[in-house]
């Protein structure tokens, strides 16, 4: 296929407690977080992870549509296009990202997880108030990371298990052609507008072969 959704769940979960895998196992065990480091859920080290870096080659384009992370101990989750995050402060200095106060991963998760105070744990239900609009786009040939990100860390007595999510649309081949000129005409890039286009092209070429077959049928009257 040439346009597709994908979804990457990423906990830091591995066998042991400790580095990273491939493949999570239900014997796995949370992998401590450092403070203050963001950490690539793709490449990062810890939990699960894939082989090589997230990146686009010269006949891929992606959209970025959702994000989000565990809410409990102030979680954060940075979107980097090559060596440029996304998400800055006014000022334009630098910031973790979007909490998952705001965004968290899954929807409707307690505000504090059980194992931080489990004499005061409350499931209050957390809903999403962030929404990835407009949509981030990954170009060709970039390298794209989802960065987490918690002040204070998840080492002590009771290590955390945290989660991060991504979902995204890989457009390739032809469709990413056409996510391209999208983007030059200004039009937003998502499944409905490239079938529009498609469907445009074809009754562009349509006309133009009626067009082409009265001429010629004119000619030779």
């Known amino acids: 296929m040439s346009m597709r959704s994908q ?3 990423w906990s830091n979960l591995a066998p042991g407690g400790a580095g990273a895998t491939l493949r999570r196992g239900i014997a796995d065990l949370a992998v401590p977080i450092p403070a203050n480091q963001a950490t690539d859920i793709f490449i990062g080290g810890i939990g699960n992870n894939i082989s090589t870096p997230a990146e686009t080659t010269a006949t ?3 959209v970025i549509e959702d994000i989000a992370c565990s809410p409990w101990i102030s979680g954060a989750v940075q979107v980097r296009i090559n060596t440029t995050d996304y998400f800055q402060n006014p000022d334009v200095t630098q910031m973790p990202g979007v ?3 705001a965004s968290p991963y899954p929807r409707g998760s307690p505000s504090v997880n059980n194992a931080d105070s489990p004499q005061t744990y409350s499931p209050d239900n957390l809903l999403k108030s962030f929404d990835l609009y407009p949509d981030v786009y990954v170009l060709p040939g970039q390298v794209f990371q989802i960065l987490y990100t918690t002040p204070t860390g998840t ?3 009771a290590i955390l298990c945290i989660s991060a999510f991504v979902k995204y649309t890989l457009y390739d081949g032809p469709d990413a052609l056409i996510a391209n000129k999208l983007l030059e005409l200004g039009v937003t890039i ?3 507008n490239v079938d529009w286009y498609k469907r ?5 070429q349509t006309r133009s072969a009626v067009a082409a077959t009265a001429a010629a049928a004119g000619g030779q009257a």
């Open 99 to 101: 909490r998952g106060f």
């Open 190 to 192: 998502n499944p409905n």
């Open 60 to 62: 891929q384009f992606i």
């Open 200 to 204: 445009s092209l074809i009754e562009q």
């Open 7 to 9: 979804v990457y769940e």
């Open 155 to 157: 080492q002590g007595a």
